[in-house]
T-cell receptor
Framework: KNEVEQSPQNLTAQEGEFITINCSYS?????LHWLQQHPGGGIVSLFM???GKKKHGRLIATINIQEKHSSLHITASHPRDSAVYIC????????FGEGTQLTVNP | EAGVAQSPRYKIIEKRQSVAFWCNPI?????LYWYQQILGQGPKLLIQ????????DSQLPKDRFSAERLKGVDSTLKIQPAKLEDSAVYLC???????????FGPGTRLTVL
């Protein structure tokens, strides 16, 4: 079992839909990161959080430390949101989930 | 502020050949990371430097992979000899210090034929 599990692995949505990607982890962490990776591109950090909730534009990230669970929400999704979203946790090193491939169709 | 630079962006080699990747971190960032990302998987840490010293290389296949950061700034990652299973994207990242947010480069996509 991976230390960081994401669900779903693949997600297809219609433009405008509300999207949720989940992340569960099994190790102690100092912080949790949500990252975005476009095809052929590098990785962009979206959020780094250790408690509560953060919002940036149409993106919202929440974390429940007791339940070892985090969610990334995208409101009013758009085709340009299509990418791989990766959850990673900071412990002794950064440990990554396998990513969620999101496709938003117009 | 310039981001993390990597070169080359793409490389195709035959198995048993050697290859080297270069990374220039964000200015002033003490910590530098090399990751391997195989298609369909999350990145895996290969090696972490703090200035010019190695902090963690426990997942680096040392029989064929080597990395250095001699002056505590730029870094190179070398594979010698390459195997088919080394085909992956090699990502470099840097952070101001250990535990801080990491900033990633665009990656080098390696294909071993």
């Amino acid at each position: 079992k991976n230390e960081v599990e994401q669900s779903p692995q693949n997600l297809t949505a219609q433009e405008g839909e509300f999207i949720t990607i989940n992340c569960s982890y099994s190790v102690g962490i100092s912080a949790l990161h949500w990252l975005q990776q476009h095809p052929g591109g590098g990785i962009v950090s979206l959020f780094m959080l250790s408690s509560g909730k953060k919002k940036h534009g149409r993106l919202i990230a929440t974390i429940n430390i007791q339940e070892k669970h985090s969610s990334l929400h995208i409101t009013a999704s758009h085709p340009r949101d299509s990418a791989v979203y990766i959850c990673a946790v900071s412990g002794s090193r950064l440990t990554f989930g396998e990513g969620t491939q999101l496709t938003v169709n117009p | 502020e310039a981001g993390v630079a990597q070169s080359p962006r793409y490389k195709i080699i035959e198995k048993r050949q050697s290859v080297a990747f270069w990374c220039n971190p964000i200015s002033g960032h003490a910590t530098l990371y090399w990751y391997q990302q195989i298609l369909g998987q999350g990145p895996k840490l290969l090696i972490q430097f703090q200035n010019n010293g190695v902090v963690d290389d426990s997942q680096l296949p040392k029989d064929r992979f080597s990395a250095e950061r001699l002056k505590g700034v730029d870094s190179t990652l070398k594979i010698q000899p390459a195997k088919l299973e080394d085909s992956a994207v090699y990502l470099c990242a840097s952070s101001l210090r250990r535990g801080n947010e990491q900033f990633f480069g665009p990656g080098t996509r390696l294909t071993v034929l």
